[in-house]
Structure formats: structure tokens, C-alpha cells
């Protein structure tokens, strides 16, 4: 028996059902609350609204939940790999070992770029972000793949992902290569995903770059934990431009685009942005929350907060045990390592981030671990776009698949000025700055 919510103005009683998700989350479906009512909502952020039904992710925010079509994060981060995990996203179940070889023959096939997309490197400054050419050339792939970039069916969408998981790693690669002024290293059929990544970055043509086993587990694990989040900024963007019939490849690079805000996937950069300037003695951690608490500081205590972990991030968590055991593997140390715990420590126990539920979250503690293996900070939140993108390309597909789905167009409440004429210029006024 459907449940009810009823709402009421001074004249009127309106009653609209209630959706009920798997997990007993609750929804007031007002898909007609306009017409039947003539209100619209508001709610700035989206904080408090449902954009769709998904079965794709699924947080528990105040329990510090996240499962991955069902699976908790903490089995796929101890039992699968990253392409096992796209897959799973994509499709919805764990693959057999035929398709996954399928898949795997796919992405090989597909690792390499047109040759004629180098030469679009050659038009970005040395120093241009790798955000901006990945959301460029991500966009530019699909010149070279119409009809893909479009995908009508199962195998269609198969293919177009394999193009876009395998090429996105070899155009990640290529602008830090280009960024070095060192030459495209190729990648090699032999090696896993995350090897092959490490390989056209760090490889050399006189000398090869020796992965480190639990290295390439460690990024392989980075890339698992940051394959979805249900409907994060980015993913909203990728399904809101996906609304408008725009093809896959154009809606992931909008996606890209909004990843990399410093409020977002932009945050892991922030972060060790953040430590640096501890470390470098320009403030201590003490100083860095109390300013982080100052609302005029203009501060954030950056890879801390959450719209919807209002517990541990069970990211963070896996992710600062990874960083001491990749410190410990490399032999390596990092005072940054030191200070992220230091800053934890202070702002579990204060009031401020008690009350606020304000805990690490997935971007606390990453830059930590790219840092020791060497990966630039710029290249953080291309990291970050590489694991999400499976999750992107799953939220593509479901929202495209939803035959009920329309183009995304939120309604307003216009608080600008009242009817008015048009002023010949000698008669106007200087405008105010
Ligand atoms: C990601 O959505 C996702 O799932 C994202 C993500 C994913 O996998 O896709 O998990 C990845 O983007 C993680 C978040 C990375 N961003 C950061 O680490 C940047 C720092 N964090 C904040 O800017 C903030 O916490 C957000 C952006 C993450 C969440 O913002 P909200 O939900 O809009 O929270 P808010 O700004 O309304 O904050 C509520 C209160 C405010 O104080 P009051 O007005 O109540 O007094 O908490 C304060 C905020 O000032 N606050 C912080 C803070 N985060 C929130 N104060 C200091 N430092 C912070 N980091």
C-alpha cells in the first residue's frame, strides 16, 4: 500500500505518494507538484532532493556505508580489481571469467590513441592543467568515435566503455609526459591497468620504470575506491548533460570539468596544497583549524567534510592504512603523512567538527599516497577522473536506459526586479560596482 505525504496551504490539502528505496531511504515523488499545486520547491545544492532512482551505488551516510551494486567497498577493495569493479558498475553483476576476458581484449584493443590526437597536445601550453586537456581531449575522442559515442546496445556500450576507460589512462599519461617535455611512452599489452598507467608515465625510452607490486595494487585500489559515489557533483553533471541526448563521450567530459573543483575532486590536490603550507611553516595545525573554523578566514580544512558522510568516509579509512603500507613498502617518509594525522587528531576532538559531523573524507588521505610514488599534484584529480569514470559511464547508461527519463531542467524563484522599460543611454544612471 503506497504511503502518502500530505501537504497543506491556508486553502488547499494536496497528497503526494511516497517512493520507498531498497534500503527503506523515503522520497515524496512531487513530479507533479507544479501542477497540482502551482509551488516549486527550492533547495539550493540539492541537499534535500532526489534527482532519480538508481541502482547503481548506495551510501548510508550517518552509518559510513557505501556498497557498489550491492557489494560493500570493503570486499571489492580486499577480493577484486579495478576493471573487475568497472565492469560491476556497468552491467550490475560481478563478470564470469569470459566476459571479463572479453572485456580485458577490449581495453587492450583499445589503449592506444589515434596518432593524429597526439598533435592536439602539441596546442596546450607545457604547463596547461591535465584536468583541462583530459576534459579537452576526452571530448575530442569522439570525433574519432561517432557512432561509439553513442552507444544504441549492450555491446555498443561495451565497446565505448572500453574506449573510454583504456584511452582516458593513455591521455592522463600523455599530458604528463607532455608536461615533462619527455616522450610518449606506449603502453604494453602485457601489463594490468594501473601497470600500464605507472608505465606511460614514468617509463622511459632508455629505461624502463620497474612497477612496484604493491604500488600497482595500491593505485589499482585507489582507482576502486573512487569508482562511484551515487549522485555526486560530477556524476549529477554527467547524467544531467546525459538528459539533453548529449553523446557519452561530451557528457563525461562535462563530468571531468566538474571534478575538478577544489569542493570536489579538486579537493585531493587542496589537501596536500594544504600541508605544505603547515609544513613549509607558513601556519601549524593548530593555527589551520582554528582558521578553518573562521568563517572569514575563507579556509576549509580541505578532504574534511562531507554533504553525505556524516561519519568516517569508509574510503578514508581504507585509504589511510594503504598510505602507511605504501610508505612502508617504499621505505619512505613524509612529515605531510604526520601532519594529515595531527590534523585529524585536533579536529575529532574539537566541538566545531564534533557537532558539524565533519570527518576525513575520500580526499584526505590519497594525495598522501600519490605523493610517495611520485605522481605531481596536478595529476591528483586526473587520478580521481580515471577511477569515477566507470561510474560515470554506468550512471550514462541507466539514465539514457530510463525510458521515463526527461531533459534536466530545474524551475527558480525569480527575486530580480519587477516589469520595467528600456532607458534611452543619455538617460541612464552610473551602475553601481
Ligand atoms: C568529494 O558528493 C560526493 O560524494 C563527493 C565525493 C565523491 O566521491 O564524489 O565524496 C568526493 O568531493 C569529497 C569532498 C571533497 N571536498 C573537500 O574536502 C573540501 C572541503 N569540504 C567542504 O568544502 C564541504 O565539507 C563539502 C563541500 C565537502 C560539503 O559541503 P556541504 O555539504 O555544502 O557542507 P556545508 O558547506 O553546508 O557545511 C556545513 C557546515 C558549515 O558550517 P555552518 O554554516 O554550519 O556553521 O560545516 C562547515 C561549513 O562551514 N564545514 C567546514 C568544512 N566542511 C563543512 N568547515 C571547515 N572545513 C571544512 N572542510
Not at 153 to 168: D, H, M, V
Not at 239 to 256: D, E, K, P, Q, T
Not at 282 to 300: V, Y
Not at 328 to 345: G, K, Q, T
Amino acid at each position: 500500500m503506497t504511503e502518502n505525504i500530505i501537504l497543506k496551504d491556508d486553502h488547499n490539502e494536496f497528497k503526494f505518494p511516497v517512493v520507498v528505496g531498497t534500503e527503506n531511504e523515503k522520497g515524496i515523488d512531487i513530479s507533479n507538484l507544479r501542477s497540482e499545486t502551482g509551488y516549486v520547491t527550492l533547495d539550493p545544492g540539492y541537499g534535500n532532493t532526489g534527482s532519480c532512482e538508481s541502482r547503481i551505488t548506495y551510501i548510508n551516510g550517518e552509518k559510513g556505508i557505501l556498497r557498489y551494486r550491492g557489494i560493500p567497498i570493503e570486499e571489492l577493495a580486499q577480493h577484486s580489481d579495478f576493471i573487475e569493479v568497472a565492469d560491476l558498475l556497468i552491467w550490475g553483476s560481478l563478470a564470469t571469467k569470459k566476459m571479463r576476458e572479453r572485456f580485458t581484449a577490449l581495453l587492450t584493443d583499445n589503449a592506444l590513441l589515434h596518432e593524429s590526437l597526439k598533435h592536439h597536445f602539441e596546442g596546450f601550453p607545457f604547463d596547461a592543467h591535465p584536468m583541462a586537456m583530459l576534459s579537452a581531449m576526452v571530448n575530442a575522442l569522439s570525433c574519432y568515435h561517432p557512432v561509439l559515442a553513442l552507444p544504441q546496445n549492450p555491446r555498443e556500450i561495451e565497446e565505448a566503455a572500453a574506449i573510454l576507460i583504456s584511452k582516458i589512462r593513455t591521455i592522463a599519461a600523455f599530458s604528463y609526459k607532455m608536461s615533462r617535455g619527455e616522450p610518449f611512452i606506449y603502453p604494453k599489452a602485457k601489463f594490468s591497468y594501473a601497470e600500464n598507467l605507472l608505465h606511460m608515465m614514468f617509463s622511459l625510452p632508455h629505461e624502463p620504470y620497474e612497477v612496484h607490486p604493491e604500488v600497482k595494487r595500491a593505485v589499482d585500489l585507489i582507482l576502486i575506491l573512487h569508482a562511484d559515489h551515487e549522485q555526486n557533483c560530477s556524476t549529477s553533471t554527467v547524467r544531467m548533460v546525459a538528459s539533453s541526448g548529449a553523446n557519452l563521450f561530451a557528457s563525461v567530459s562535462a563530468g571531468i570539468a566538474a571534478l575538478w573543483g577544489p569542493l570536489h575532486g579538486g579537493a585531493n590536490q587542496a589537501v596536500i596544497e594544504m600541508l605544505e603550507k603547515i609544513h613549509s611553516g607558513n601556519m601549524d595545525a593548530k593555527q589551520c583549524i582554528k582558521m578553518a573554523k573562521d568563517k572569514d578566514s575563507g579556509i576549509r580544512l580541505m578532504g574534511f567534510g562531507h554533504r553525505v558522510y556524516k561519519n568516517y568516509d569508509p574510503r578514508a579509512q581504507i585509504l589511510k592504512e594503504l598510505s602507511k603500507k605504501v610508505f612502508n613498502v617504499l621505505n619512505y617518509e613524509d612529515p605531510l603523512l604526520d601532519i594529515a594525522l595531527e590534523l585529524e587528531e585536533i579536529a575529532l576532538k574539537d566541538s566545531y567538527f564534533v557537532e558539524r559531523k565533519l570527518y576525513p573524507n575520500v580526499d584526505f588521505y590519497s594525495g598522501i599516497i600519490f605523493r610517495a610514488i611520485g605522481v605531481p599534484k596536478n595529476m591528483y584529480p586526473v587520478f580521481f577522473a580515471i577511477g569515477r569514470l566507470p561510474g560515470w559511464i554506468a550512471h550514462w547508461r541507466e539514465a539514457n536506459e530510463n525510458k521515463k527519463s526527461r531533459i534536466a531542467r530545474p524551475r527558480q524563484i525569480y527575486t530580480g526586479p519587477a516589469k520595467s522599460n528600456y532607458v534611452p543611454i543619455e538617460q541612464r544612471p552610473d551602475r553601481k560596482p
